[in-house]
């Protein structure tokens, strides 16, 4: 057979050419962020648990812990051992999380209105706080003492490479502002003094967005105290952690400068939970509007943000529709937990959702 003639300068043109064409393709093949989700289960089973994690190894590449139904606030304070409850908790979560996967945990000194001290985690979380804390304030020393006792112990069993110590807190603000000066300064001692022993740990608070930028109804009374506030805070805060999600009764479609507030704020930005519902649905009496059309409209927004703006890490708070489970909460908390039940990537029936798909092209970039 034989061998055609080479030509070297053709060639070599050949070769820029692919190259300036491919260029625009590499870039786009790489993320700065990870992509993570909680491993809230569609069901209280065990294979409930077992999807759910399935699902945070197959989609994602961070495992977010997020503990937000109280604080061990005696055992810390008096450096005993944790209740079984807890010790339970934690010893599922991290037997099945992914080996591989970063580790994100999220935990607070604030209850989950967001207007007083967290509850009590003992035998159960979310019980009642023992009468001697219930009328302590925010900075009081034993607070601080047993809340930094608490984070140390996180940090020695998750290993995480971010940690949040309070979540959402700029919600106090909207509810309770007369209590903010104690939040904001118990969050610079505990901040202070967890960063001299982890230099290389970020460490930070959490905004609730919808709240910083006046959407959420409740935000508007004291409206011109969030940026202040929230500015305040995060100057002893590693990032701005973002908490926002998408609910089509009172949130417009995001535009492009949806994230200027959090910009302005000048520090790297991450999205500790996100959501938007993919049907309609109603909590108490109220009709919420959604269909999976939206929802994929908002995941795509926020990954195309994250990209551009190089974002930290991306967390959508539910992998899973647990729809099933409602059923089985006690009528209060099944009307609340509706918020959140049908803000997975997959539904309840193990179907992908068009959000799924779109966040999965983003998974498969190189990070």
């Not at 999205?271 to 929802?295: C, H, M, Y």
């Not at 995941?299 to 729809?323: C, K, M």
Request: hydrophobic share 40%; with cysteine; aromatic share 12%.
């Amino acid at each position: 057979m034989k061998i055609p003639s080479v030509n070297p300068i053709r060639v070599t043109c050949l070769v820029i050419c692919a190259f300036l064409l491919l260029a625009p393709l590499t870039a786009t093949a790489q993320r700065s962020f990870y992509m993570g989700l909680t491993p809230w289960p569609p069901d209280f089973t065990d294979e409930g648990v077992r999807d759910v994690y399935r699902f945070i190894s197959e989609h994602g590449d961070m495992v977010a812990h997020h503990f937000d139904g109280g604080v061990p606030w005696l055992e810390a304070l008096e450096r005993r051992a944790y209740s079984q409850h807890l010790q339970d908790d934690w010893r599922r979560r991290k037997s099945n999380s992914p080996p591989n996967h970063a580790v994100y945990v999220a935990i607070t000194p604030l209850n989950f209105a967001r207007n007083g001290l967290a509850d009590y985690w003992g035998k159960s979380d979310g019980m009642s706080l023992p009468k001697e804390w219930a009328k302590k304030r925010l900075n009081d020393p034993d607070v601080e003492r047993a809340f930094l006792n608490y984070a140390e112990s996180v940090i020695e069993y998750f290993s995480p490479q971010f940690l949040a110590v309070g979540i959402e807190g700029n919600v106090m603000i909207s509810k309770k502002p007369e209590k903010w000066d104690e939040y904001v300064d118990l969050n610079r001692r505990i901040y202070s003094e967890l960063k001299r022993r982890h230099p290389r740990l970020p460490i930070f608070a959490t905004i609730q967005y919808e709240h910083l930028r006046g959407i959420e109804k409740e935000s508007k009374k004291n409206l011109h105290r969030q940026m202040p506030g929230v500015r305040e805070l995060l100057q002893d805060s590693d990032l701005a952690g973002l908490s926002t999600y998408h609910y089509a009764i009172s949130h417009n479609p995001p535009r492009d400068d949806y994230f200027e507030p959090a910009l302005s704020l000048g520090k790297p930005i991450c999205i500790v939970e996100s959501g938007a519902v993919s049907r309609d649905f109603k909590i108490f009496w109220t009709r919420l509007k959604g269909n999976p059309e939206d929802q994929d409209a908002f995941v795509s927004f926020l990954l195309e943000q994250a990209t551009q703006l190089r974002f930290v890490f991306v967390i959508n708070y539910i992998a899973i529709d647990y729809d099933r489970m409602l059923p089985k909460l006690p009528w209060g908390i099944r009307e609340i937990a509706k918020a959140w039940a049908y803000t997975g990537l997959q539904d309840a029936d193990g179907r992908p959702k068009p959000a799924l798909r779109t966040w999965d092209s983003y998974l498969r970039k190189r990070r």
